[in-house]
């Protein structure tokens, strides 16, 4: 029997590190993680010395197995799949804990090094749509290398130097080093890859973009599409000797210990790769295995549009009417595509504070906006996001100066524009979108034109003309109603 896309997925990812089960909301275009929780079994310790998992190790990562299973039949999941990566495959025991852990009744999938490169661009796609650069995963066990161009992925590489598997000393990074180099060599990616982005995929290199978030004083809490300047990660590494208190409020201990070692390869690769920048990805593994097996028509489909039409869609009060918004209040702007899809999402997100207290919708809207589970969107685009909505539910500024400083001026006051356009429409119509019919927005030369037929005249009332008057202010124009 086929399984419905809008049931709940789950995958457990078996790690150098953790064992790891995210719950997500369905199988769509965008992955809604609505469950996420990892053990830290630590299959990876030990085996560079050994070559084979540890009892205490598969034994609490069994466990975790075990306590995945009811909570997955708990949650009415759909499918499930389970993969391991690295530590499973390069140990000699590994083939015997796979077959344990059928017995706790899960099939196992171990990918092999190429599969596991592939899938974390497939990840990193899945985000960002238009990526093109070298993607890097690092985990406890392995980094994997792989090449996106022309919204594929090419053929990818993984190396031993996990960070679990290497030490952040002299001797080491000398090591890593060679080990960097004869890859990057011997695949050409050192070559492909100059002076392209880089996408850090996994858990250590997240935890060093909060460590600069921290220090520089960021004022997003979200690390997905934080862009990290490749000549800040010395001063980063170097940083990372005089511990901050702040880290460990904001940062696992694990990812900490191990922030060294994923200072120091992040190192090696700006200093080999010379990367234009370095953007961290939320996304990688465990999205890629759900964006692989995605019809062609979804994948291709806009993953912040398609967010903002489940999360407004989900807040609306007598239906959907994003794209009838966007539609309405397109003549009074002249965007270029990029501003046009950031338009439609706050169109879309139009509706989604209309049940906070009237005081607070504006405040409701900026949260959406910023703190979202939001992909195919950097810092900047969310606060344009933000902007219309404040403006839409009333308020023409931001809460914080420092999330303005995130968005180039001239995008905000579009923004704004957007924001206030959208809420004449709101008042006109009532929230009902089917109401704009017969009426129309239409900026002429020294003119904003509220047009309506003779059956719509009425919808034009004097709240409806203040907040016309309001627009035109914004766009140094006149105001003009016009019945046709």
């Known amino acids: ?20 089960l995210v719950v997500y909301a369905s199988r769509g275009r965008v992955p809604v993680p609505i469950f996420n929780e990892k053990v830290l079994a630590g299959l990876g310790a030990g085996l560079k010395e050994t070559g084979a998992l540890g009892d205490e190790a598969q034994h609490l990562a069994l466990e975790a197995l075990a306590r995945f299973r009811l909570l997955i039949r708990h949650m009415g999941v759909h499918s499930t799949r389970v993969v391991a990566t690295a530590a499973v ?19 196992c999938e ?21 990526a093109d650069g070298i993607v890097g995963d690092l985990g406890g066990g392995s980094l994997e290398l792989v090449e996106l161009r022309s919204g594929a992925v090419g053929r990818g590489i993984s190396l031993p130097l996990g960070v679990l598997r290497i030490k952040a000393s002299e001797n080491g990074e000398k090591r890593a080093l060679a080990a960097l180099r004869s890859a990057l060599e011997e695949s050409g990616l ?30 997003l809490p979200i690390t997905h599409n934080y862009q990290l300047a490749p000549k800040r990660v010395a001063d980063l590494r170097k940083g990372l000797g ?21 200072a120091m390869l992040l190192a090696l690769i700006a200093r080999e790769l010379e990367p234009s920048e370095l953007i961290v990805s939320s996304f990688g593994i465990r999205e890629g295995l759900l964006y692989d097996d995605l019809e062609p028509g979804t994948r291709e489909l806009d993953p912040l549009i398609e967010a903002a039409r489940d999360a407004g869609g989900a807040e609306r009060r007598f239906g959907e009417h994003g ?5 309405w209040i397109a003549d009074a702007f002249d965007d270029a595509p990029a501003m046009r899809r950031l338009r439609l999402a706050a169109c879309l997100l139009a509706d989604v504070a209309w049940q906070a207290n009237a005081d607070f919708r504006a405040d409701r809207g900026v949260e959406m906006a910023m703190h979202g589970n939001w992909v195919g969107v950097d810092a900047a685009g969310r606060v344009a996001i933000a902007q219309a909505l404040s403006s839409n539910f009333g308020r023409d500024r931001l809460p914080d100066p420092a999330l303005e400083r995130l968005c180039p001026p001239d995008v905000l006051e579009r923004a704004r524009s957007w924001g206030l356009a959208i809420r004449l429409a709101q008042r006109l119509c009532g929230g009902v979108g089917r109401a704009l019919g017969g009426t129309g927005l239409r900026l002429e030369r020294r003119t904003i034109w509220l047009e ?16 016309l008057e309001r627009l035109a202010q914004a766009l140094g124009k006149e105001a003009g109603v016009r019945l046709t």
């Open 89 to 107: 495959r390069d140990a000699s025991n590994g083939p015997a804990f796979v077959r344990a852990i059928a017995k706790a009744g899960f099939a």
């Open 190 to 219: 050192g070559r492909r890859g100059r002076g392209r982005p880089f996408y850090m995929v996994g858990g250590s290199w997240r935890a060093l973009a909060r460590i600069d978030m921290i220090a520089s004083h960021y004022p």
């Open 242 to 262: 005089s511990a901050d208190p702040r880290w460990s409020r904001a940062i696992a201990p694990a990812r900490l210990a191990t922030s060294p070692q994923a």
């Open 452 to 467: 309506a037929n003779a059956k719509q005249g009425p919808l034009i009332g004097d709240a409806v003309r203040r907040r």
């Open 110 to 130: 171990v990918l092999s090094a190429e599969d596991e490169a592939r899938l974390a661009g497939e990840g990193v796609l899945s985000a960002f749509p238009q």
């Open 1 to 20: 029997m086929a399984v419905p896309s809008r049931a709940p997925a789950a995958i457990i990812d078996i790690g150098s590190n953790s064992v790891r």
């Open 323 to 327: 794209d009838v918004l966007d539609a």
